[in-house]
């Protein structure tokens, strides 16, 4: 099995404004939903641990104090069963600078 993030159903059933920015992990099922996940930016999780560990540090950021989630990325327009893909905000590595080697 594969695995994303999606918005949490918390807010696309209940509307319940404390989960507006939360993500929560879904189950990919076919090729074709990988795909779709793929072309729309979200990330693709190979174990449901990994996608779990994922869905806690964006949920909850260094920033974040408190119980209410808070993501940083976006969400796509493709949508499984509702709840739109998350797409992680990227990743930035800094480099440190050789000198003479």
Known sequence: MKYTLVEHSAWTVKRDPCFE??????????????????????AIYYSWGAAHDA???????????????????????????????YIPEPVTVKLEETHGQ
Do not use: C, W
């Open 21 to 42: 920015r939360a993500v929560e992990t879904a189950t990919i099922t076919t090729k074709r939903v990988e795909d779709a996940v793929r072309r729309a930016g979200g």
């Open 55 to 85: 869905e806690q540090a964006a949920n909850y950021p260094p920033e974040v104090e408190g119980l209410i989630p808070r993501v940083r990325g976006a969400f796509a327009r493709y949508a499984m069963e509702g709840r739109r893909v």
